[in-house]
């Protein structure tokens, strides 16, 4: 599998103190030199971590590609249509939430999502949508033309270690072979950590893993070059 990593966290070390460090190209560098194969940028409504010139500066200066996360909006379609990343993930976003909650709901908006992911898709971006393990929603996903779905882990790793576990990673193994029967492409993310990440090879399959929280929590450690290195070697 792919190892994409997600730097949002750097971005919110930075604002902390409105200043330029850590910065969060740095931080995509050293991660693309030890093993990540994509970078993962959230551009929030708020910009509470990743700012507009962030994600400029990055799709200019990455060797690997781009992956833009972000909510189902005009400001952001038009952004992404400007910048043009290698790939977009559609996420759903609340003002409040400390980070993404749940998945997508495409099936309660399929026409919008679908509506929304073709200008996307003509202008050569990959677009995925981040949903919840869940077959309707693979089924709609697989309407909107869209080519990737990323299985949201956050439950299966929340009961990783539990007598839940086996339930939640039973519905990860489904969604992602029905979503490949369907022909989309399977992404996964959110939650995943150097332990429970080890299941992810079970997955038949699976394409990339967005992953941010726990390496850079490990970063604060190791370094962020060891943390991504050791990330990586599990992920292979
Ligand atoms: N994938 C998506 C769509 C996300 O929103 C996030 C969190 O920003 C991640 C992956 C990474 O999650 P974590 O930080 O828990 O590894």
Redesign the pocket.
Known sequence: MLL?V?I??VATLRNARGGFEPDPIQAAHTCEENGATSI?A?LREDRRHIKDQDVRTLKKVLKVNLNL?MAVTDEMQAIALEVLPHSV?L?PEKRQEV??EGGLDVAAQLERVTKFVKPLVDAGIQVSL?IDPDLDQIKAAAKTGAQFI?M?T?QY?LAFGTEQEKFEFEKLKNSASLAQELGLKVNA?????YENVSRMHEIDGLYEL???????SKAVFTGLAQAVRDMADLSK
């Open positions: 994409g997600n949002d966290h993962t959230h996360e993930c996420v980070t993404t981040f990323e949201h956050g790793s993310g959110h939650g995943l950590n967005n992953i941010g929280h726990s390496i850079i």
